[in-house]
């Protein structure tokens, strides 16, 4: 593991080397033994420890930037001191609620939703993570409209759970689990005179990402979600707009719809909703399109959903990237990293074909398949953290924090750009 970030000397109350082998063995054993061997492939056989902001620690002290940040949920870096403070506070008077009474938390992230979500979006049903998410906008879209079609989109990513992998439209994920959800048709994505050949008065809701992020950060035309929006209007049916990777501040606007001022009748989020403390998803509706769970609230439910935890973090996380100015710091930062990355292409066409982003959410595509893995072990040997598209293995993604500072953007292009040029020789050679 030579040449890794600077190593700190182990932090305290890390376990020493030899029982984090045999922590490594046991998750083998007891969680996934080809994650393991992944993880040991890409050199990374410890244990991740603690870190703050963009910087991520291991178990034997090395420090990486870390711009995969849990596929975007890390958009206020690790451990935001706002969101720490009010989940510690939270944490000493009310976690999980009975159930039997509203509590603030919930009401003041429900409030602020509204107030920043676009269009009528008054209503927010709270769940745990993404795919839940999906799977409750999923289920309104129908009870809603009475209809059961729902049109989504080729390489979309929308969540592993039954409805939301009905949606997701990569067969590798699909295949093994069929039959999924019958009345799905998945379209190309970008494409609206496709979604316009298949809509129908039988069309419960469009589903769709305001930039496929899993399928590598594919970003439609500007024209698409607004003629997407009219053919909804049209036939009677809803858009539903999936935020869970774009949303609340990752592309520089709140939302990735904002780009283009289209506004959907429900809206999915989860990932930086948390504030990179806690899990917590939502999605969200206009009061007409929310009455049927509205008049029944037993019809759709969750544990865990809103509790005041959660929603305290969320609350905190919102209120930080307004004050804090993140949206901006998103915008400004992604323009650095990516006419860095740029610069990289321009000089190494026969590995990277594209650089292209919004905000801090940038991808690369790789002119093969394969040279990923050769950049991506070698950029974690010298610390820093980026992964590839979980429905494009050819497109890497860069997704750091907004806090992230200028010398560690400078810094990680430095390590990117080292990586690449060794990848160049690499692919020279073959
Ligand atoms: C657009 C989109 N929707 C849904 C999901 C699923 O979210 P989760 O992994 O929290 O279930 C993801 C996850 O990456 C996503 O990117």
Known sequence: MAGMGPAQGRPPGAPDRAEVERLLESFGRHISSSLLRLYRFMGLDTLEWDGEGAICRDAEGREYLDFVGANGTLF?????????????????????????????????????????????????????????????????ARAATGRTEIISTQGAFHGKTFGALSATGRELYRKPF??????????????????????????????????????????????????????????????????????????????????????????????????????????MARPE??????????????????????????????????????????????????????????????????????????????????LGGVIIADIVQNGLLAIHSLNNDRVMRFLPPAVVTEDQIDRALEIFGAAVERAAAVAEEV
């Open 76 to 140: 206020l870096g690790r451990r935001h001191p706002r969101v720490t403070a009010a989940v510690r506070e939270q944490l000493d008077r009310l976690t999980i609620s009975s159930r039997l009474f509203a509590h603030e938390p919930q009401i003041r992230l429900a409030e602020k939703l509204a107030e920043i979500a676009p269009g009528d979006l008054q209503y927010t049903f709270f769940c745990n993570s993404g795919a839940e998410a999906v799977e409750g906008a999923l289920k309104l």
């Open 178 to 283: 069929e039959p999924l959800l019958p009345g799905f048709v998945h379209v190309p994505y970008g494409d609206a005179d496709a979604v316009e050949a298949v809509i129908s008065d039988r069309t419960a809701a469009v589903i769709v990402e305001p930039i496929q992020g899993e399928n590598g950060v594919i970003i439609p035309p500007d024209d698409y979600l607004p003629r997407l929006r009219q053919l909804c209007d049209r036939h009677g049916a809803l858009l539903i707009i999936d935020e869970v990777q774009a949303g609340l501040g990752r592309t520089g606007r709140w939302f990735g719809c904002n780009h283009t001022d289209t506004a959907p009748d429900i809206m999915t989020m989860a990932k930086i909703l948390g504030g990179g403390v806690m899990p917590i998803g939502a999605f």
């Open 289 to 370: 399109v929310f009455e049927p769970m509205d008049e029944n609230p037993y019809i759709h439910s969750s544990t865990f959903g809103g509790n005041a935890l959660a929603c305290a973090a969320g609350y905190a996380a919102l209120q930080a990237i307004e004050e804090e100015g993140l949206l901006e710091q998103a915008r400004v930062k992604g323009e650095r990293l990516m006419a860095g990355l740029r610069q990289i292409a321009a000089q190494f066409p026969q590995v990277i074909r594209e650089v292209r982003g919004r905000g801090l959410m940038i991808g690369m595509e790789l002119t093969r398949e394969g």
